[in-house]
């Protein structure tokens, strides 16, 4: 089993940065992918990055390409979204994700999942 903690939301102005972390639990962190997701009330939860187990490979959505960056130490088993620029639209409960494979951005490619973390932006 993978326990996934989330941290570093908040509430910050636009145009603002914040840098999300994402604990693990278990030794086999190294092996895994990872990735971040983000939902709204009433809507569905949507990819938003993903980033492979040796770091090497990463995959944006569109909608943070050139805003956010994804990271992770795998020696701290934790994974890091830095987030600049922060618009009204990036709020939401971001959610980190793991899993075996690579490169997915369905909710279906993750079998362990954080519970969120709430990031609110203001205009």
């Known amino acids: 089993q993978v326990q996934l903690v989330e941290s570093g939301g908040g509430l910050v102005q636009a145009g603002g940065s914040l840098r999300l972390s994402c604990a693990a639990s278990?030794?086999?962190?190294?092996?895994?992918?990872m990735a971040w997701f983000r939902q709204n009330p009433g809507k569905e939860r949507e990819f938003v990055v993903t980033?492979?187990?040796?770091?090497?490979?990463?995959y944006y959505a569109d909608s943070v390409k050139d805003r956010s960056t994804i990271s992770r130490d795998n020696a701290k088993n934790t994974v890091y979204l830095q987030m600049n620029s922060l618009k009204p639209e990036d709020t939401a409960i971001h959610y980190c994700?793991?899993?075996?494979?690579?490169?997915?951005?369905?909710?279906?490619?993750?079998?362990?999942w954080g519970q969120g973390t709430q990031v609110t932006v203001s205009s």
């Open positions: 994700a793991a899993g075996s494979g690579f490169g997915g951005r369905e909710k279906t490619d993750y079998a362990y």
């Open positions: 980033i492979s187990g040796t770091g090497g490979i990463t």
């Open positions: 278990g030794r086999i962190f190294r092996y895994l992918s």
